[in-house]
């Protein structure tokens, strides 16, 4: 079975913090992409990566970052953290072309609230 | 740009009361339609891929079925365990894009 591991699945930080969201999967697959999610608003996808050390943003990328230097790793960055970057965050990952016709797999999931 | 729209927003069963969840979309080039369970709090579970008209696929006591505009979750006799929020995404030319979800309540 496909494994996506996130770091951490509820997290606190304060508002101008660097903070760092790590995601591993197990499967080998050249994509991994980071979703964030909020009431009303469904997923949204913030970065994705399609190969190691290859990044394209998503739909919402301001405020972000993302680090691939490792096939199986791919971190979000939240550069200094506000509180309208509170919400769920969730890793996911697939086989075949970034493009499509792939199912994702995703993580658990990190809850990130900023005060 | 594709769009993904569900229907209803929620829906509340009975035990054994069998219905269907609704995807609708618009897409440039489907290369596959998705739907995902997912629980409180948790990261979405895969359940199906879709990739033409006319494809049905079965886990259990759902069946996904697919035409050209729209998607349809049957749920056969629901038990409260299949309580969840049910997602759809497509693929067409770009990543995946989610619907919003249908919130899945199902009493004993």
């Known amino acids: 079975d496909v494994k996506v591991t996130q770091s951490s699945r509820y997290l606190v930080k304060r508002t101008g913090e660097k903070v760092f969201l790590e995601c591993v999967q197990d499967m080998d697959h050249e994509n991994m992409f980071w979703y964030r999610q909020d009431p009303g608003l469904g997923l949204r996808l913030i970065y994705f990566s399609y190969d190691v050390k290859m990044k394209e943003k998503g739909d919402i990328p301001e405020g972000y970052s993302v680090s691939r230097e490792k096939k199986e790793r791919f971190s979000l960055i939240l550069e200094s953290a506000s509180t309208n970057q509170t919400s769920m965050y969730l890793c996911a990952s697939s086989g075949g072309l970034a493009g499509g016709g792939s199912e994702q797999f995703f993580g658990p999931g990190t809850r990130l609230t900023v005060l | 740009e594709d769009q993904v729209t569900q229907s209803p927003e929620a829906l509340r069963l009975q035990e054994g009361e069998s219905s269907s969840l609704n995807c609708s979309y618009t897409v440039s080039g489907l290369r596959g339609l998705f739907w995902y369970r997912q629980d409180p709090g948790k990261g979405p579970e895969f359940l199906f891929t879709?990739?033409?008209a006319g494809e049905e696929k079965e886990k259990e006591r759902l069946k996904a079925t697919l035409t050209k505009k729209e998607s349809f979750l049957h749920i056969t006799a629901p038990k409260p365990e299949d309580s969840a929020t049910y997602l759809c995404a497509v693929s067409g030319y770009s990543t995946l894009t989610f619907g919003k979800g249908t919130m899945l309540l199902v009493s004993p």
């Open positions: 879709l990739y033409s």
